[in-house]
């Protein structure tokens, strides 16, 4: 049997426990690692705090994270300020966090370059994103607050500059907690007119806290998706935001921004009066070109007179040089038919002679062949009366009667006998 004033339960010990810690820990500033870092949906966040010999839990509700601009990541070193307690259900030993901020870099810096980097590697920086600048402005839009002296400097530069362009400010807000919702507002504005040939987003300078809105990843997405060219101009010539990452084109003071999104008109009236003199100089030259090639037709001109007797001479002349071709292209064609006249009559000659002799060597042939010319030596021919010609006494009958050809006449017969060989 224990001998003992009194025995706990589990939870009175440990709710003991929990509030001797919190009495007598004090709240403390602790630098570590993070890890084993979760995000659950609730958007509390929970991870280990360890050195290299020792950890300790951590919880970060979700209330006390307004503050925080960069994103916790396991292996970041932070410093945090927080309360010691104890957390019942597991009787687990740790941090509630009320404050924390990266070690060796600043909140905001470290969710600047956080922003960056992710901006980065989404292409929203890329060269081949960015929008022309037009040369020759009509309407410029300039988006940033009109009390300050942005708006002053960028109208004394645009008027002094290229009075010609026409100036519309839309005002806006350029700093605070939700400043980057006004800028994004008036952003759109600008934009969804379709009036402006060029918009110039400006603020003077400030500390990075003071040019946090332009670092807003809602307003860098806002200037990418923008159809109009845009020139960011924020802060000092030092000075760097998201948005002039995201803009088409950077200038490192507003005033650089006016001169950017126009051109000279002092360089313009310049380079038009040397076109002009240029224009003149041509001008002129031509004019004294026309004269001279005036003064040469001028020589050239023969009195009508003398031209017709002339163009009836060359008429005279040609009809003599048509007559002489005519009559030489009659005369050779006349040698050529002569010549072939005379080729065809030897060739005509030369063809019947052969063909007579030909013709008598074919006759001879046939003469030979003939059976008229056998006939001429003393035989005959014998048919019967269907004119069959008899081979052989075989063929015949007695009392039949025949037909016999001579050379010179047939004559008809009757068979009285048939003898054998």
């Avoid at 700093?175 to 980057?180: D, P, S, T």
């Avoid at 023969?302 to 008429?315: R, T």
């Avoid at 040089?321 to 005509?348: A, F, G, V």
């Avoid at 060597?361 to 019967?384: E, H, K």
């Amino acid at each position: 049997m224990f001998n003992i004033d009194e025995i706990y339960s589990v939870s009175h010990f440990v709710r003991l426990c929990k509030n001797s810690i919190e009495k007598h820990i004090p709240q403390s500033f602790i630098q570590g690692e993070i890890s084993n870092l979760s995000k659950p949906s609730s958007g509390h966040w929970y991870f280990s705090l360890k050195d290299e010999n020792s950890q300790i839990r951590c919880a970060f509700f979700r209330l006390n994270q307004r503050k925080i601009q960069f994103t916790p990541e396991n292996g970041m070193s932070v410093i945090i300020r927080g309360v010691t307690t104890l957390y019942p259900q597991r009787g687990d030993f740790q941090l509630i966090v009320q404050q924390m901020e990266p070690a060796g870099v600043g909140n905001l810096q470290l969710a600047f370059d956080q922003f960056k980097n992710k901006l980065r590697m989404e292409g929203l920086f890329d060269s081949e994103n960015k929008k022309e600048i037009p040369e020759y402005p009509e309407k410029i839009g300039v988006i940033s607050s009109s009390t300050g002296s942005v708006i002053r400097d960028i109208i004394e530069v645009l008027k002094s500059r290229y009075p010609l362009s026409e100036i519309l400010l839309y005002d806006t807000i350029v700093q605070g907690e939700n400043a980057h919702h006004k800028i994004i507002k008036a952003l759109k504005a600008a934009d969804d007119q379709k009036i402006c040939d060029v918009l110039i987003l400006a603020r003077g300078g400030g500390s990075l806290e003071d040019l946090w809105a332009f670092n807003e990843e809602e307003l860098a997405r806002a200037i990418f998706d923008c159809s109009t060219p845009i020139i960011s101009s924020i802060g000092h010539e030092t000075d760097t935001t998201i948005a002039d990452f995201v803009a088409d084109l950077r200038a490192p003071t507003p005033s650089a921004a006016a001169v950017s999104a126009t051109p000279d008109v002092n360089a313009i009236l310049y380079n038009a009066a040397k076109l002009k003199k240029y224009l003149l100089e041509s001008i002129k030259q031509s004019v004294e070109s026309n004269k001279y090639s005036l003064a040469l037709l001028r020589q050239r001109i023969i009195d009508p007179s003398q031209q017709l007797l002339l163009n009836a001479q060359k008429l005279d002349d040609l009809e003599l040089r048509l007559i002489r071709t005519n009559k030489r292209i009659i005369d050779e064609n006349k040698r050529k038919l002569k010549l072939l006249i005379s080729q065809l009559q030897n060739y005509s000659e030369n063809f019947i002679k052969l063909q007579k002799n030909q013709l008598s060597n074919r006759a001879s042939v046939l003469s030979l062949l003939s059976p008229l010319n056998t006939l001429s030596r003393g035989y005959t021919i014998t048919q019967n009366k269907k004119g069959e010609i008899v081979t052989s006494h075989n063929q015949i009958n007695s009392e039949e009667l025949i037909i016999t050809q001579f050379h010179d006449g047939k004559v008809t017969s009757k068979v009285v006998n048939k003898e054998d060989n």
